[in-house]
Each structure stands twice: as C-alpha cells, then as structure tokens.
C-alpha cells in the first residue's frame, strides 16, 4: 500500500501494488464500523453489485474484494489521469476532443443501461482519464440495480448533483432512471464544448427552475451539428428526449464513432479455500478472513467460474446476499448440460407448463403464463450461462406478476419439471457424490 490518493467520509483510497504482478491499482479501504455507524452498508453493497454487472473498457474495473474483521477492501483500476473536471475546469475542449469523450461516456453508459444498471450520478467530478487519455466511468455509489425500480419500471429515490440532475427526478413521481442518466450526458456535452454548465443561477432553485422549463444558450462558438444533438438531450419531457439509439444515430456523434472492444472473461483459475468466506458487516475483530476474486461478468456472452459455482452449491460458501439485494426467491441451478441444450430444453418445459416465449436473444429468454392472476400474467426471464462443454448455469427472475404466485409456480411446477436437467439448485445443501 501507498499513498493515499482521495479520503471520503467513511473510505480512503490508496495506491497499492501487486506483489505478485508488479501491477498499480487502487483500493477503497472502508472501516465497518463506520459503516455501520453511518447505515452505509446497502450503498457498498449495491456498488459491489453493479461493479460487477459492468466490466467495460470505459468503466473502472473492480478486480476483487477482500476482507478483514475491521476492514472491507475493494481493488479497483488505477486510473492516473484525474478528474476530466480538471480539464473542463480550464476551459472548453475543442469539439473534436469533446467528442471522444462523448462517444466514451455513451458507450458505458449503453453497456450499464443494457445490464440493467442506472448510473443516477453521472458528473466530469465522477469520469476519470487514464494514461492514454480514454474515460473512465466511476462512482457507482448512486446507481440502481432492476430490482430497485417499481412494478411500472420507475425509480422514486431522487438523488444526483444539482447541475447535472434531470428535472423529472424531483417530480417525486417516478422516473425513468437511463432517461436521467442521458439528461445528465447532455449536461456534461454541453460543459465540455462551452467550459461552463446550460442552467447557472445564484442558488439551487433557479438551477432547477431553468432545467424545468429547458432555459439555456449557446455560445457562438458551437457548431450547428452538436447544437442538434444537445437541444435533443437537454429535453425537459423524458418522453422527447433522445434515448441512446437516438445519439448513436446523430451524425455528429457517429463522426470516427468506433464501439469498444468488450472485456473477455478472466480465465485464471481460483485457488480453493476451505475456510469460512462470508463477509459479515456487523463483525469487528483483528483476524483476516480470505474472500477470494468476485466474478465479472463477460458483457457479449456470460460464464460462471469456479468460485460462483461453488457459491451456488453452498449456503456457507455463499456471499451472494453481500454483493446483491434481490429477494430471496429460488432463481439459479446448475445443468450438466452444456448451454444451448439447456435453453431447447426450458422452451420445451415452458411448452407443458403453459408458458409462452414472448423474447429470446442469444442465451436469455422471457416466458410469460397465459392466465392472469392477481397483478397480471406471471413471466420470467431465464438466462444460460455456459461453464464447460457439458455444464451450464441457469439464472431465472420474475419480470411479471404477483410474487406469491411466481413462488408458489416455481416451488409445485417449475421445479418438479427441471428435474431431468438439474444438476443442483441454488442453497441446496447436499448433492450426491457423482455431481460432486
């Protein structure tokens, strides 16, 4: 460990060195019991989660999370450019270097949106630069994961950075999460070309007053092409607004837009570890407790490894409750079957079970009852997650319906017809020795 590169108000961050691969990175240090004194214990869990949903060239990465009695350490990506609000801090960027940007920030945003993720903090304070001058997205603090949006897809919490803030997030009627986030975009568009932020005023109020009615100009300076595309994201009707297929589709955003190579998964193997992994927040001691490397998600096409399988098997080995804040209801399996066998079969058991396909993509697949219940039709989303040749792992979740009856459908019908496929269920704590 090193020197300390930034302090908040329950976290430090250092720069540290592997030892074993001579490699920078940063790592937040939290103490738990500032944690638990300040009730900041679902913010940490919630960006664990989204970090890990999020693996993307223009989001920092999160390596792993390890712990102590006393201490939480998260090792992110060491990015040693800064802030880019020191550079809009200086003035404005010409277009062009405003542009690439842009066209960074879009794509990570894009990518969260597409994993279900809501930034909901999207500031130049929060984009960092690496050494080649690329964006960084980080700060998940803020963001939401699906589960937290209402039955109708809206988000109630207002929260973000006054300037950058969408106005509808303050209607406290709900909002479309990736809607604010692209309000905030076109925020930050506009203080890169213009080296100051659309809505000024002498306090929060009538920043707010001139974001609800849309109140900004442009400065000469500006090109016709980009004045489109910001009068098309700073809208104050979420229903107007540019969404992201919008702005990849602006010819001056599509100017020497070329989209990121994706992440592959980290194939190294996970040492086994036969000790007691569980992070507990609420524990304060002094003995170190091993948590091996959290799972990233590959963005094209998913795989499980070694450690999320063992996790699934195992109410001991399972730190899934830490890192996420769905309900507990039965929702992964593993098949010895390899991931496109797997998927025929669930289209044939949706097919007994009275169950339509209504969407299907690659390894994801909706299903959707035909008789209503009390809220509608029960429906689930089921993705594939190929492991080995022969083994793949089967995430489900309720995307329609009453709770009560996608649980009781799930106990007396769906599992009882996966019972050719399943290898073990999720917290199952035994399986014969032949699986093992």
């Known amino acids: 460990m090193g020197k300390v590169l930034g302090q908040g108000n329950f976290a430090k961050v250092y720069h540290c060195r592997s030892l074993s691969t001579n490699e920078s990175v940063a790592t937040k240090v939290i103490k738990k019991e500032k944690l638990k004194e300040d009730r900041l214990v679902k913010q940490i869990k ?207 955003f599509r100017i020497g837009f070329a989209r990121p190579i994706a992440f592959s998964m980290n194939d190294s193997s996970i040492e086994d570890n036969d000790k007691d992994i569980n992070i507990d927040f609420n524990e304060v001691g002094e003995d170190d407790v091993d948590v091996p490397e959290l799972i990233m998600v590959k963005p094209s096409r998913p795989f499980y490894n070694a450690f999320e399988i063992i996790s699934s098997l195992s109410h001991g080995f399972d730190l899934r409750n830490l890192f996420e804040t769905r309900k507990k209801l039965p929702s992964m399996f593993i098949s010895n079957l390899s991931a496109s066998t797997v998927l025929e079969k669930l289209e044939i058991m949706a097919k007994k079970l009275n169950f339509r396909m209504t969407g299907k993509k690659e390894f994801v697949a909706r299903f959707e009852g035909i008789k209503d219940g009390r809220k509608g039709k029960v429906a689930m989303t089921m993705e594939v997650f190929g492991v080995a040749p022969e083994v793949a792992v089967v995430e489900f979740s309720k995307c329609g319906g009453d709770t009560l009856e996608y649980v009781k459908f799930c106990d007396e019908q769906l599992r009882p017809s996966l019972k050719d496929i399943v290898w073990s269920w999720q917290g199952d704590n035994h399986y014969d020795n032949n699986s093992q």
Request: charged residues 30%; proline residues 5%; neutral net charge.
């Open 46 to 252: 919630r960006e664990v989660s989204v970090m890990r949903l999020v693996r993307h060239p223009h989001i920092v990465d999160l390596k792993e999370v390890m712990a102590t009695k006393e201490k939480i350490f998260l090792v992110m990506e060491y990015v040693k450019g800064g802030e880019l609000f020191a550079k809009v801090a200086k003035g404005k960027l010409k277009e062009d270097v405003a542009r690439k940007y842009f066209q960074q920030l879009i794509s990570a945003v894009d990518f969260c949106h597409s994993r279900g993720v809501t930034h909901r903090d999207l500031k130049p304070e929060n984009l960092l630069l690496d050494e080649n001058e690329d964006l960084k997205v980080s700060d998940f603090g803020l963001s939401a994961l699906p589960e937290q949006h209402r039955e109708d897809g809206m988000l109630l919490t207002p929260c973000g950075t006054p300037a950058y803030v969408a106005p509808e997030v303050l209607k406290k009627k709900g909002y479309d999460g990736s809607k604010a986030d692209i309000w905030s975009c076109g925020v930050i568009l506009y203080a890169l070309i213009c080296g100051y932020l659309p809505f000024q005023g002498e306090n929060v109020m009538r920043i707010y007053k001139k974001a609800f009615k849309g109140e900004y100009e442009f400065p000469e300076w500006i090109s016709p092409q980009a004045k489109i595309l910001i009068s098309n994201l700073l809208v104050a009707d979420p229903k107007k607004r540019y969404s992201i297929v919008d702005i990849m589709n602006d010819p001056w």
